[in-house]
């Protein structure tokens, strides 16, 4: 059974600081890309960052320069720094594990920045 679990969600203020974690099992993690995607009420869900099973990372305009993507391959995991905080990255963000034919979404944790 895949699974995958976020932790590190919560309330920031802007200018702030989150560490988003993401725990795989289930998976051959070193197979998957990883990836963080995001949604905002309202909105559909967008790609934030992205890291490949070669350590090759993309980021959506937005983040560039504030977010970081890594991943820990002994311990099946897949961080997300997000630094310099505004309002607009209030979302529920979720993990994705994406191979060729299989993609695997985590239950989401919530993400408030908000004075």
């Known amino acids: 059974q895949v699974q995958l679990v976020e932790s590190g969600g919560g309330l920031v203020q802007p200018g702030g600081s989150l560490r988003l974690s993401c725990a795989g099992s289930g998976i051959i993690f070193t197979n998957y890309a990883m990836g963080w995607y995001r949604q905002a009420p309202g909105n559909q869900r967008e790609l934030v960052a992205r890291i490949s099973s070669g350590g090759s990372t993309n980021y959506a305009d937005s983040v560039k320069g504030r977010f970081t993507i890594s991943r820990d391959n002994a311990k099946n995991t897949v961080y997300l720094q997000m630094n310099s905080l505004k309002a607009e990255d209030t979302a529920v963000y979720y993990c994705?594990?994406?191979?060729?034919?299989?993609?695997?979404w985590g239950q989401g944790t919530q993400v408030i920045v908000s004075s």
């Open positions: 994705n594990a994406q191979q060729v034919a299989y993609a695997y």
